[in-house]
């Protein structure tokens, strides 16, 4: 169900930054496992990054690790997905999820963030475009 609010998508230059932020009203985002998945056009959704509820313990898919930085404030109750470096290729709608906590698979030889079955709320997406 859609109980999250993504916001700080835009259009930005190759080599630029954004920053994401996924908060809620409804619930304590602390509780859960936060997971920043995208979605580009004609693809399936792939996981981005996630923080863990218990430790804070970070995770990220090879292509976007070490370019994106996720972190949490609890005092805003939002959590934030700080990109750097833009690619095209980081082109997609990007959308934060709860989970119960954060899983990490490797597939095809890269390392990717994935759901761990768990998802509850989702939000409804802010789009992010790279132009080259």
């Known amino acids: 169900q859609v109980q999250l609010v993504e916001s700080g998508g835009g259009l930005v230059q190759s080599g630029g930054s954004l920053r994401l932020s996924c908060t809620t009203s409804?619930?304590?985002?602390?509780?859960?496992?936060i997971i920043w998945s995208r979605q580009a056009p004609g693809k399936p959704r792939e996981g981005v990054s996630c923080?863990?509820?218990?430790?804070?313990?970070?995770y990220y898919t090879d292509s976007v690790n070490g370019r994106f930085t996720i972190s949490r404030d609890s005092g805003k109750n939002t959590v934030y997905l700080q990109m750097n470096n833009l690619k095209p290729e980081d082109t997609a709608v990007y959308y934060c999820?709860?989970?119960?906590?954060?899983?990490?698979?490797?597939?095809?030889?890269?390392?990717?963030?994935?759901?761990?079955?768990?998802?509850?709320?989702w939000g409804q997406g802010t789009q992010v475009t790279v132009s080259s």
């Open positions: 409804r619930f304590t985002l602390d509780k859960y496992a």
């Open positions: 923080i863990s509820s218990s430790d804070d313990n970070t």
């Open positions: 999820a709860t989970d119960v906590i954060c899983a990490w698979t490797v597939q095809g030889g890269q390392g990717l963030v994935v759901p761990s079955g768990g998802l509850g709320s």
